[in-house]
């Protein structure tokens, strides 16, 4: 059994920034695909940056430029640098590993973001 625990969340500013972390248990981190997902209130759950195993990572258009995924095999740590923050960034943040299928295997718990305008 994995577990994710994230953390990094918080209230900020708009314009300014976040970087989540998210742990991973287990030996199968490095092997596997992550993603990072956001919901807002009343909103359904958002794929929001994908990174693959060797580091390769997809965005939302809606974050792209703005946030940066990245991942430590070594540390079994996923990231997410978050800057320049807005309102609409609002949500609960979570992080995912991928089983072969490309299927979401685990979800860590979530951390929440808040962004004051």
């Known amino acids: 059994q994995v577990q994710l625990v994230e953390s990094g969340g918080g209230l900020v500013q708009a314009g300014g920034s976040l970087r989540l972390s998210c742990v991973a248990s287990g030996s199968c981190f490095r092997f596997s695909a992550m993603a990072w997902y956001r919901q807002a209130p009343g909103k359904e759950r958002e794929l929001i940056a994908e990174?693959?195993?060797?580091?390769?990572?997809y965005y939302r258009d809606s974050v792209k430029g703005r946030f940066i995924s990245s991942r430590d095999n070594a540390k079994n740590t996923l990231y997410l640098q978050m800057n320049n923050l807005k309102f609409e960034d609002t949500a609960m943040y979570y992080c995912?590993?991928?089983?072969?299928?490309?299927?979401?295997?685990?979800w860590g718990q979530g951390t929440q973001v808040t962004v004051s305008s």
């Open positions: 995912a590993q991928r089983g072969g299928l490309g299927n979401v295997d685990y």
């Open positions: 990174i693959s195993c060797g580091g390769r990572a």
